[in-house]
């Protein structure tokens, strides 16, 4: 994602509203040029992809079991202590980290069928969901960031996937050199 020279950007702690109003009133710079991507309905990746001059990729930051957060685990209704598979990934567009990304797949999505999630590897969870019918986004929630510096992400957005009774919340978090 960075260059040699840089420390990698992180997802920073993440205050989530349940609407995008009530994430303006908070910090009004949200429905600026932020507001269009954290209203985008539809896949992300796509639009980025369309947007890119030259090219897309996905850069895996990390992944692997992990435990989510305890607002993670609440939100997806798993155990508090209980691992999931976290991926936590950078996708750059003609060469500039535009958007961090994580998601958290709880172990019983990842049974059967679902153990495809595992294996992504480079290729856009998001290519993946929307080709897929079986699965349906729930509502967004948008986020507001405590960052430390100003190279991450000022605000986020994030939302369920649903496949029957399986689930997995998917956060991306929209870096400054997407906005400008």
Avoid at 18 to 33: E, I, M, T, Y
Avoid at 127 to 141: D, H, I, V
Wanted: net charge positive; proline share 8%.
């Amino acid at each position: 994602m960075p260059s040699r020279d840089s420390k990698p950007v992180l997802i920073p702690p993440t205050d989530w509203y349940r609407s995008f109003s009530a994430a303006g009133l908070r910090n009004p710079a949200v429905h600026g040029k932020l507001g269009h991507w954290l209203k985008l309905e539809g896949s992300l990746t796509r639009a980025l992809q369309l947007r890119c001059r030259e090219s897309f990729r996905v850069d895996i930051l990390r992944e692997g079991f992990a435990r989510p957060t305890l607002e993670e685990a609440r939100t997806l209704g798993i155990p508090l202590r209980q691992n999931a598979w976290v991926r936590e990934v950078c996708l750059n567009g003609d060469d500039t980290p535009w958007v961090l990304a994580r998601t958290v797949i709880p172990l019983a999505t990842l049974a059967g069928r679902g153990r495809l999630l595992r294996n992504l590897g480079r290729r856009p969870l998001g290519a993946y969901l929307f080709s897929n019918p079986e699965w349906q986004r729930g509502p967004f929630e948008t986020g507001l960031c405590h960052r430390n510096c100003n190279a991450q992400p000022l605000a986020a957005r994030r939302s369920r996937f649903f496949s029957g009774h399986r689930a997995l919340l998917v956060g991306e978090y929209f870096l400054p050199t997407l906005i400008h």
